[in-house]
Antibody
Framework: EVQLVESGGGLVQPGGSLRLSCAAS????????MSWVRQAPGKGLEWVAN????????YYVDSVKGRFTISRDNAKNSLYLQMNSLRAEDTAVYYC?????????????WGQGTLVTVSS | AIRMTQSPSSFSASTGDRVTITCRAS??????LAWYQQKPGKAPKLLIY???TLQSGVPSRFSGSGSGTDFTLTISCLQSEDFATYYC?????????FGPGTKVDIK
């Protein structure tokens, strides 16, 4: 059974940093693109970042470029999101998602999400 | 970035109704469109990709159509478990974007 379990969310002050993790199981993690997608409270979905199977390609939404870094450790079946210079508008539930093999940028499995709150 | 719009933003329907949700892209995206269903407090669920391909395990009452800029999601016979918010998503551009969502609630 495919499972994605996020962790690392919490309350952080504006300008602070946080590192999210996603533990994957039930599939060959190293064979899939992976992504982070977020959802602000009461709002819609927003794609945040993608990473290729071997980590050689990474893409970000403009609003997080230069502040967030997506990475992965295939040996540990884990996906990460390092978030620096956090702003109030980064407050959201962050989902880890597995990309479909055929499309690369649609997601067939999602974690339960981890809440990040940026507030003083 | 490609802007996605959806209509209506919300509506009420009854079990057994046929419902249609529309999604429009600000520029042509071929068939690079997906639909997701999300229930409160839960992660989104992929329903359709490539505009009309049903994801494995999704009931056949869900269907998608369209190409270019205009797309539709149809639920042929609404069931109680279908009351949720539906999002379209374009993946034509590497700057992936979602529509604002359409909430379907019980009449």
């Amino acid at each position: 059974e495919v499972q994605l379990v996020e962790s690392g969310g919490g309350l952080v002050q504006p300008g602070g940093s946080l590192r999210l993790s996603c533990a994957a199981s039930g599939f060959t993690f190293s064979s899939y693109w992976m992504s982070w997608v977020r959802q602000a409270p009461g709002k819609g979905l927003e794609w945040v970042a993608n990473i290729k199977q071997d980590g050689s390609e990474k893409y970000y939404v403009d609003s997080v470029k230069g502040r967030f870094t997506i990475s992965r450790d295939n040996a540990k079946n884990s996906l990460y999101l390092q978030m620096n210079s956090l702003r109030a508008e980064d407050t959201a539930v962050y989902y880890c998602a597995r990309a479909q093999e055929t499309t690369v940028t649609t997601w067939d499995y999602w974690g339960q999400g981890t809440l990040v709150t940026v507030s003083s | 970035a490609i802007r996605m719009t959806q209509s209506p933003s919300s509506f009420s329907a009854s079990t057994g109704d046929r419902v249609t949700i529309t999604c429009r892209a600000s520029q042509g995206i071929s068939s690079y469109l997906a639909w997701y269903q999300q229930k409160p407090g839960k992660a989104p669920k992929l329903l359709i990709y490539a505009a009309s391909t049903l994801q494995s395990g999704v009931p056949s009452r869900f269907s998608g159509s369209g190409s270019g800029t205009d797309f539709t999601l149809t639920i042929s016979c609404l069931q109680s478990e279908d009351f949720a918010t539906y999002y379209c998503q374009q993946y034509y551009s590497y700057r992936i974007t979602f529509g604002p969502g359409t909430k379907v609630d019980i009449k």
